[in-house]
């Protein structure tokens, strides 16, 4: 074979190797519909795993194993929530997975620590099972002033950027961090002010948010919370019933619009009728307005308030038993025309 042939042969493998090179680097290696999609690895996952996690999605296993293998992907597996696009090529999704893509993660209007736990494994890699354990940990408790009801008080609703395969121990970290952080001095001043620990507060906050969501009357009524704790009086607080006996039956799906007479008697250290003082934890996520309308309460002899029927969403006040009475029956009479039983 003379020079010029096998220049021309090797050309031809050369342009060969070079089709099949581009065709596995930069073509379209993806087989799904979606225009972007997210894919978890778990912790401690092997190349073996993310293999089978990528096998729905990626049209030519072996074209990205070739490409994984030279840029020493097996060996360099990352756990992590990884964004990949319709289109990519082989070599842009080993990129993809090398960038771990965080978490928006959000919460807000849990009532306990269970639901709390279930709505926070549905966003990143530890279970509630896990979760729950960590949270109630008793050294972490003992170390920070908590106790098992009382710890909910840590977490403050809000969106938080964490990534996906973040560890419940350094999650539990980042809440408390968010906790210190919200208590300013400011804030603490507040509390102290009014003979307040921060738990104290945010319990008081859970039961004014669960009674108002009108921010302009909410230091009203934390006003009305507070003047009956001051003087030792039972806070009565119809949504401590309502938690009651949610607890009771185990179900806090269940919707509670009417509180009745025999309810005021349920058994349980929640239930603010039969016992004075606050109840054992918040019965809810409190929001940043309520917990401030707490610490910003407003100055009046109310001791008392019920809804309104002409304000709907509004409450009327009374400093007197007999003005609330009158409140109160007016209420319970609206509530029989609407046939309102629960």
Same mark, same amino acid.
């Given at each position: 074979m003379n020079r010029n042939k096998i220049i021309k042969c090797l050309g031809i493998v050369f342009f060969f190797f070079v089709a099949i090179v581009y065709i596995k680097f930069f073509t379209s290696d993806t087989n799904f519909e979606k225009k972007e999609l997210y894919v978890e690895i778990p912790t401690g996952s092997k190349y073996?795993?993310?293999?089978k996690i990528l096998s729905p999605l990626v049209k030519n296993m072996s074209d990205f194993e070739f490409i994984a293998k030279r840029r020493s992907y097996p060996e360099n597996v990352r756990a992590g929530r990884f964004l990949i696009k319709s289109g990519m090529s082989a070599f842009q999704l080993v990129s993809a997975l090398r960038r771990n893509v965080p978490v928006k993660l959000a919460f807000n209007n849990q009532e306990r620590l269970e639901n709390l736990c279930e709505r926070l494994s549905s966003q990143i890699e530890p279970n509630s099972k896990k979760l729950m354990n960590t949270f109630r940990d008793s050294v972490?408790?003992?170390k920070n002033g908590f106790n098992k009801e009382s710890v909910f008080a840590m977490f403050l609703a809000n969106t938080y950027e964490v990534y996906w395969d973040i560890s419940a121990e350094k999650f539990r970290t980042k809440m408390l961090d968010e906790y210190n952080s919200f208590w300013t001095?400011?804030?603490? *001043? &507040?509390?102290? =002010?009014?003979? @307040?620990?921060?738990?104290q507060v945010i319990t008081i906050a859970s039961i004014?948010?669960?009674?108002?969501v009108?921010?302009?009357e909410r230091p009203t009524i934390a006003g009305v919370y507070l003047n009956r704790f001051v003087k030792g009086m039972p806070l009565q607080a119809d949504p401590t019933v309502i938690y009651a006996l949610?607890?009771?039956?185990?179900?806090?799906d269940q919707v509670i619009k009417?509180?009745?007479y025999n309810d005021l008697f349920i058994k349980s250290p929640y239930n603010t009728y039969i016992n004075i003082g606050l109840p054992p934890g918040p019965i809810s996520m409190p929001d940043v307005d309520a917990i401030d309308a707490v610490l910003n309460p407003k100055k009046h002899d109310y001791l008392y308030f019920c809804a309104s029927v002409e304000k709907f969403g509004y409450?009327?006040?009374?400093?007197?038993?007999?003005?609330?009475?009158?409140? *109160? &029956?007016?209420? =319970?009479?609206? @509530?029989?025309l609407q046939g309102t039983k629960r």
């Open positions: 073996q795993d993310v293999e972490f408790l003992q001095k400011d804030r603490i *001043a &507040k509390a102290t =002010a009014l003979n @307040l620990t921060p738990v004014v948010h669960k009674e108002s009108k921010k302009s949610k607890m009771r039956d185990n179900n806090f009417r509180v009745l409450h009327i006040f009374a400093a007197t038993y007999e003005q609330h009475q009158v409140n *109160a &029956k007016k209420y =319970a009479d609206w @509530l029989n």
